[in-house]
C-alpha cells in the first residue's frame, strides 16, 4: 500500500521550504526537551536540575547523579549535568540553524515570524547557559559542514551574546507585524531577563 505522508520531508529535500519548517519544529522540539526533560528519570531537564541545584526543590530521587547536584557536591563525570549541558548545546544550534535555513528557505523570508521565533528560543539558551554554568562555557557552530570550535565565554559575555539574539528577533521584518505580537514578546521578555541578569536594570 503506498499511503500519502504530507507532513514527512524526504531525504534530498532537506534544503527547501518544506525543510527548513521541518528543522523549524525540530528545534521547538530541541529546546522543550532541554529545559523541560522526558518526563522520566533518563533524561532530566533544566527546569529539575536547576531547582535541585538552588533548593526550589526539597529533594532529589535515587539516581547518585541527581543526589550530587542536589547536594552541590557535582563530580566532574555526572552524566545527568552532562546530558542537560549537551541538550541545551543541541536546541541552541538547532534554533540557530532554523533560523539560517528559513532566511534562506522560505519564499517571503522578510513576512517570516519563525525567523524571529527561532532567534529568541537560541537567545533563550543562552541565558540558561549563563544562570546555570559558570564562565568558560565554549560554543561551536558549522560554518558548512566544517565545525567551528568557539572560544569559552565568560557569564557576562553568554548574556550579551544572548541580548544580540534578541536584538535579532527583533530586528526581524516578520516579527514586528501585528499578527506576530507573540514573537515580539517573547524576544523583548528574553531581552529583559538577560539585561536584568547583566545587572542593567535601567
Not at 504530507?6 to 519544529?25: D, F, K
Not at 514586528?176 to 539585561?195: D, P, W, Y
Amino acid at each position: 500500500l503506498e499511503t500519502d505522508q504530507p507532513s514527512i520531508v524526504e531525504a534530498g529535500e532537506g534544503e527547501s521550504e518544506a525543510g527548513a519548517l521541518a528543522l523549524r519544529v525540530g528545534a521547538i522540539a530541541d529546546f522543550a526537551f532541554a529545559q523541560d526533560g522526558d518526563g522520566t528519570q533518563f533524561e532530566d531537564g533544566h527546569i529539575l536540575l536547576s531547582g535541585l541545584m538552588s533548593d526550589e526543590f526539597v529533594l532529589s530521587t535515587t539516581p547518585p547523579t541527581e543526589q550530587e547536584i542536589d547536594q552541590r557536591r557535582v563530580f566532574d563525570n555526572n552524566s545527568t549535568l552532562f546530558d542537560m549541558f549537551h541538550n541545551l548545546h543541541r536546541a541552541r544550534a538547532a534554533a540557530e540553524g532554523a533560523a539560517v535555513a528559513l532566511r534562506e528557505q522560505r519564499a517571503e523570508p522578510d513576512a517570516d515570524p519563525f525567523i524571529g521565533e527561532m532567534l529568541s528560543l537560541a537567545g533563550f539558551t543562552y541565558i540558561l547557559f549563563g544562570e546555570s554554568f559558570c564562565s568558560g562555557v565554549p560554543f561551536t557552530h558549522l560554518e558548512g559542514e566544517e565545525i567551528v570550535y568557539g572560544a569559552p565565554q565568560t557569564t557576562d559575555e553568554m548574556f550579551q551574546t544572548a541580548v544580540a539574539r534578541f536584538d535579532a528577533a527583533l530586528a526581524e521584518p516578520g516579527t514586528v507585524e501585528e499578527e506576530s505580537q507573540e514573537i515580539a514578546n517573547l524576544a523583548s521578555v528574553g531581552k529583559a531577563r538577560a539585561l536584568l541578569n547583566r545587572g542593567l536594570f535601567a
